[in-house]
């Protein structure tokens, strides 16, 4: 019997701490951030090489059903948000081969982030992913709260890391650089 009352209480003063965060978010229309990272055992420049293979992100993001590359600093993404199947042109806003690349939304689902490569030794490298975003339906809003993004985000790069540490070799590089802008 206490068991169930401890549940209970625990359920209600979970769903008022949930009630309280939506309305604060939904009052201030402010955007919210998630960052995660994780160390990879390959140099920074294979790291580096294999993000830049924006199509191949459906390997290890599982949210992601495509990317297509439209030109060196564009790009359509086609991915499922709060289990709802959405489209949206990004741009790269500033690479710098092997430090950074940066990006923006510029059409349907508001992001922007960056992800950023740092030489632990000369076999590893921490990739570190910084976004931000803007829920906007309520079911993007709870999975905002509860922590969603920030988890699918830290799997993105565990996949990211098995797929580059199980291959040993990128799949391609684009060595460009894109002014910051």
Excluded: C
Excluded at 16 to 44: E, F
Excluded at 56 to 62: L, Q
């Amino acid at each position: 019997m206490l068991n169930r009352i401890v549940t209970v209480a625990a359920l209600a003063v979970g769903g008022v701490l949930l009630s309280k965060q939506l309305k604060k978010s939904r009052a201030s229309g402010m955007s919210s951030s998630t960052t995660a990272s994780i160390d990879v055992n390959v140099p920074v420049s294979t790291a580096y090489n294999q993000w830049t293979q924006f199509e191949d992100f459906p390997k290890f993001m599982d949210s992601v059903h495509e990317v297509r590359q439209l030109d060196d600093t564009h790009l359509h993404w086609r991915a499922d948000v709060a289990g709802k199947e959405v489209e949206w042109d990004a741009e790269i806003t500033e690479q710098i081969p092997d430090k950074r690349i940066a990006w923006r939304s510029i059409t349907g689902v508001p992001n922007a982030g960056v992800v950023t490569f740092h030489k632990i030794s000369d076999n590893t490298t921490r990739v570190m992913l910084q976004m931000d975003y803007q829920p906007q339906s309520v079911d993007e809003k709870v999975g905002d709260t509860l922590g969603l993004v920030k988890m699918q985000a830290q799997g993105n790069l565990t996949r990211f890391k098995q797929l580059l540490e199980g291959r040993g070799v990128e799949t391609g590089a684009w060595r460009g650089s894109v002014a910051q802008h």
